[in-house]
């Protein structure tokens, strides 16, 4: 248990359908990342919050929308997606963004198949 | 390309073996940290090296960070099949973005 919940687990999705994914952290931590895992590929660093505010946006296609509320909770909705977005996605958390040596807690990830 | 190479890519060793696993890279990273990622579960950190020459041992697990601060190794003795996952290296760039960049990975297979 790392503290980062991240629900659902499974996601299978069409292309025309709207779905989102809800991450919740449990650490009191102020940073929330979302990170994209694909086969054989390096972990993509999608989008950062900091106290809730947008601090990074990884040139993200809009058919991904972040959504904050509180510094607990993060969300990705989603929106006519490709199949080549078929991916593990990552929610985590750290105490601030922008300290060296800032460690990360990540969520079980969503693994979404868009088909 | 990618700025931090892991290999190899893939790993399927006897249970009592040992191994050595590497993460390159031609930049230079102010800390360097091994995440272990088991299947159907998010990374979880290993270990923070900073220090150039740097080497820590976490039980059977050994990080060194090389001189340069570029290029860093595990090493795992007598593997268990409880080590099996997933093992990802993430650098910490030192542009002051604080940015972490990962590996692809070295999957590691352990047979009973």
């Known amino acids: 248990e790392t503290g980062v919940t991240q629900t659902p687990r499974h996601l299978v999705m069409g292309m025309t359908n709207k779905k989102s994914l809800k991450c919740e952290q449990h650490?009191?931590?102020?940073?929330m990342y979302w990170y994209k895992q694909s086969a054989k590929k390096p972990l993509e660093l999608m989008f950062v919050?900091?106290?809730?505010?947008?601090?990074e946006n990884n040139s993200v296609p809009s058919r991904f929308s972040p959504e904050c509320p509180n510094s607990s909770h993060l969300f990705l909705h989603l929106h006519t997606l490709q199949p080549e977005d078929s991916a593990l996605y990552l929610c985590?958390?750290?105490?601030?963004?922008?300290?060296?040596?800032?460690?990360?807690?990540f969520g079980s990830g969503t693994q979404l198949s868009v088909l | 390309t990618q700025l931090l190479e892991q290999s190899p890519q893939f790993l399927s060793i006897q249970e009592g073996e040992n191994l050595t696993v590497y993460c390159n890279s031609s930049?230079?990273?102010?800390?360097l940290q091994w995440y272990r990622q088991e299947p159907g579960e998010g990374p979880v950190l290993l270990v923070t090296?900073?220090?150039?020459?740097e080497v820590k041992k976490l039980k059977r697990l050994t990080f060194q960070f090389g001189d340069a601060r570029k290029d860093s190794s595990l090493h795992i003795t007598a593997a268990q099949p409880g080590d099996t996952g997933l093992y990802l290296c993430?650098?910490?760039?030192?542009?002051?973005?604080?940015?972490?960049?990962f590996g692809s990975g070295t999957r590691l297979l352990v047979r009973p």
């Open positions: 985590a958390s750290s105490q601030d963004v922008g300290a060296t040596n800032e460690k990360l807690f």
């Open positions: 650490l009191g931590h102020n940073a």
């Open positions: 919050y900091n106290f809730k505010e947008q601090t």
């Open positions: 930049s230079v990273f102010s800390s």
């Open positions: 090296v900073v220090t150039g020459g």
């Open positions: 993430a650098g910490e760039l030192m542009d002051s973005s604080y940015k972490l960049i």
